[in-house]
């Protein structure tokens, strides 16, 4: 009882959680940022490899930043959790979104991907995955679902068009949308991305909406020679910086911290993305986090 077709409801919460939504109803006035730096030294030493072994489809840095994020997600379960009509639920998926230029011009359309990982999935089966679903998102002819839908309904009156979707937001803000409204829309997946790098662009912050479900929105800036603080030192190395933007309703700060952290040592040992998603880091590897 109380569960949605995406989510298991959430009745064991402890006293604080319970009572944000109430006290915090919408998304947009609950988002906490975080930034990082990241030295590309071992990513791109790995990216170096895998593409000799495979050099049809080439593995890049953005497929190892979704790998690494999706993968810290199934391990950290609060990452999964969603705030709606004020009721916390868990996802019943890890699934990660961004947007697909189909051509790099003005006029170029857009177009989404969505990816709906598994367990049991390494960064060979997201990179399987990418290439599936970029080879039939690059054909100008193709429309995702979501973008089909908006389509049809503009190109109706729009005094027609208007109270349908003032009901459609009704339905969706209830929880009561037919889920094939909802099953290519970015906002209702687990995590958003943005590759601001693809278009040269470095990183920013970008907003979350009190329209869907996503929790966790990622920008990757541009990648390239920047500086880091090694040894007293500011030495300048290949790096990225991500940017998230978070509900902070979902889980503390603490756990955010370890999150984050977890993140990023994926990114630096990224041999680990070739492990199932599911399974944890040893305790050896563990205790090399800092986690205080």
Same mark, same amino acid.
Request: aromatic letters at 14%; hydrophobic letters at 40%.
């Given at each position: 009882?109380?569960?949605?077709?995406?989510?298991?409801? @959430?009745?064991?919460?402890?006293?604080?959680?319970?009572?944000?939504?109430?006290?915090?109803?919408?998304?947009? $006035?609950?988002?906490?940022?975080?930034?990082?730096?990241?030295?590309?030294?071992?990513?791109?030493?790995?990216?170096?490899?895998?593409?000799?072994? +495979?050099?049809?489809?080439?593995?890049?840095?953005?497929?190892?930043?979704?790998?690494?994020? %999706?993968?810290? !997600?199934?391990?950290?379960?609060?990452?999964? #959790?969603?705030?709606?009509?004020?009721?916390?639920?868990?996802? +019943?998926? #890890?699934?990660?979104?961004?947007?697909?230029?189909?051509?790099?011009?003005?006029?170029?359309?857009?177009?989404?991907?969505?990816?709906?990982?598994?367990? $049991?999935?390494?960064?060979?089966?997201?990179?399987?995955?990418?290439?599936?679903?970029?080879?039939?998102?690059?054909?100008?002819?193709?429309?995702?679902?979501? &973008?089909?839908?908006?389509?049809?309904?503009?190109?109706?009156?729009?005094?027609?068009?208007?109270? !349908?979707?003032?009901?459609?937001?009704?339905?969706?803000?209830?929880?009561?949308?037919?889920?094939?409204?909802?099953?290519?829309?970015?906002?209702?997946? &687990?995590? +958003?991305?943005?590759?601001?790098?693809?278009?040269?662009?470095?990183?920013?912050?970008?907003?979350?909406?009190?329209?869907?479900?996503?929790?966790? *929105?990622?920008?990757?800036?541009?990648?390239?020679? @920047?500086?880091?603080?090694?040894?007293?030192? #500011?030495?300048?190395?290949?790096? #990225?910086?991500?940017?998230?933007?978070?509900?902070?309703?979902?889980?503390?700060?603490?756990?955010?911290?370890?999150?984050?952290? !977890?993140? @990023?040592?994926? @990114?630096?040992?990224?041999? %680990?993305?070739?492990?199932? *998603? +599911?399974?944890?880091?040893?305790?050896?590897?563990?205790?090399?986090?800092?986690? &205080?």
């Amino acid at each position: 009882m109380g569960n949605r077709f995406d989510g298991q409801y @959430l009745k064991d919460v402890d006293s604080m959680h319970f009572i944000m939504p109430f006290m915090y109803p919408n998304r947009c $006035d609950n988002e906490a940022f975080f930034s990082f730096r990241i030295d590309l030294t071992a990513v791109n030493d790995y990216i170096q490899r895998k593409n000799a072994e +495979n050099p049809e489809y080439r593995y890049n840095l953005f497929q190892c930043i979704i790998a690494a994020t %999706l993968k810290t !997600i199934t391990l950290r379960s609060k990452l999964s #959790v969603f705030i709606h009509n004020r009721k916390m639920y868990r996802r +019943n998926e #890890v699934s990660a979104a961004f947007t697909v230029k189909q051509e790099f011009s003005d006029n170029g359309g857009e177009v989404l991907a969505f990816i709906h990982s598994r367990p $049991d999935w390494t960064i060979e089966d997201l990179h399987n995955e990418l290439h599936r679903q970029l080879l039939k998102l690059k054909d100008r002819q193709y429309a995702d679902p979501s &973008t089909g839908v908006i389509d049809r309904f503009n190109r109706l009156p729009k005094w027609i068009s208007r109270p !349908i979707v003032r009901f459609i937001c009704f339905l969706e803000k209830k929880g009561k949308i037919p889920p094939a409204f909802v099953e290519s829309d970015p906002y209702h997946s &687990t995590v +958003n991305f943005a590759n601001l790098g693809s278009i040269g662009l470095p990183a920013g912050y970008h907003h979350l909406t009190n329209w869907g479900t996503t929790s966790l *929105f990622i920008v990757v800036g541009k990648s390239g020679k @920047l500086p880091f603080y090694e040894n007293e030192q #500011v030495v300048f190395k290949d790096g #990225v910086d991500l940017f998230m933007t978070v509900d902070e309703r979902i889980a503390d700060g603490f756990y955010f911290a370890k999150s984050m952290k !977890i993140l @990023l040592y994926f @990114l630096q040992h990224p041999d %680990l993305l070739e492990h199932p *998603f +599911n399974e944890k880091l040893s305790e050896e590897e563990f205790a090399k986090l800092s986690l &205080t």
